[in-house]
């Protein structure tokens, strides 16, 4: 099956103009709250990472008639039936049906700001050098990815240069996979507005993309 991601819709038309919320409004109803809650409770779990939770979000079917909490719930409930924490029976009935997975880690309610505050870091040890420098060209991968990817589709092929090394960062790539972390040395590419989107854009934007090695490939 071609893997699809409805969230890469970057340079798209058709989704009209982008309207800024006020500042500091971060629920919209009472269960949005209850559902940040229990991400970060099932998160707290370690049975998938990050990256995988941002799959099942991406290739959610009906991914653009959603809300964003709307997402994290559907992807949710997808997550812990694909891994058998939860029944579909017990999703439909709304409650707990079959005992639960025993030894599982569990987020107390007092420890989520340290949990919060500590995030999830994903610089890691450098263990080879970096392939490219500061002002070298390289050009995006074109090929179209059979799984999650940080790479944006509008980007794909187009040219740039190194503007700054980054460290070496898990790989979200194989980490979507369940590959392993794979660190790889991820670096801020910039491209010319008129190299990504034509001779329409403005001749002196530019726009910067943080983006693994294993994405760019050296412009001979």
């Given amino acids: 099956m071609t893997y699809q991601s409805h969230a890469d819709i970057g340079g798209q038309d058709g989704y009209g103009r982008v309207i800024p919320e006020p500042e500091g409004e971060l629920f919209h109803a009472a269960w949005e709250r209850q559902a940040l809650g229990l991400t970060l409770a099932t998160e707290a779990m370690r049975?998938?990472?990050?990256?995988?939770?941002?799959?099942?979000?991406?290739?959610?079917?009906?991914?653009?008639?959603?809300?964003?909490y709307e997402i994290r719930i559907k992807a949710l409930e997808r997550l812990l039936i694909e891994r058998g924490l939860v029944g579909p029976d017990e999703i439909?009935?709304?409650?707990?049906?079959?005992?639960?997975?025993?030894?599982?880690?569990?987020?107390?309610?007092?420890?989520?700001?340290?949990?919060?505050?500590?995030?999830?870091?994903?610089?890691?040890?450098?263990t080879v050098p970096a392939r490219f420098a500061v002002g070298e060209p390289v050009r995006l991968r074109a090929a179209a990815v059979a799984h999650h990817t940080r790479l944006p589709g509008y980007a794909r092929g187009k040219t740039g240069h190194i503007d700054q090394l980054r460290g070496v960062h898990v790989f979200a790539d194989?980490?979507?996979?369940?590959?392993?972390?794979?660190?790889?040395?991820?670096?801020?590419?910039?491209?010319?507005?008129?190299?990504?989107?034509?001779?329409?854009?403005?001749?002196?934007?530019?726009?910067?993309?943080?983006?693994?090695?294993?994405?760019?490939?050296?412009?001979?």
């Avoid at 049975?47 to 809300?67: F, G, K, Q, Y």
């Avoid at 491209?191 to 530019?206: C, I, K, M, T, Y």
């Fill in 47 to 68: 049975v998938w990472n990050l990256d995988m939770s941002r799959s099942a979000r991406e290739t959610l079917p009906d991914h653009p008639a959603l809300t964003y």
């Fill in 92 to 126: 439909a009935a709304g409650r707990m049906l079959h005992p639960a997975r025993p030894g599982l880690p569990v987020l107390r309610a007092g420890d989520v700001p340290a949990v919060l505050a500590k995030g999830s870091p994903t610089l890691r040890p450098a």
């Fill in 174 to 220: 194989t980490h979507s996979q369940g590959l392993g972390e794979q660190p790889c040395w991820l670096y801020t590419v910039v491209f010319s507005a008129r190299e990504l989107w034509g001779s329409d854009a403005a001749p002196n934007h530019s726009v910067s993309i943080d983006a693994w090695e294993p994405y760019l490939e050296p412009v001979s």
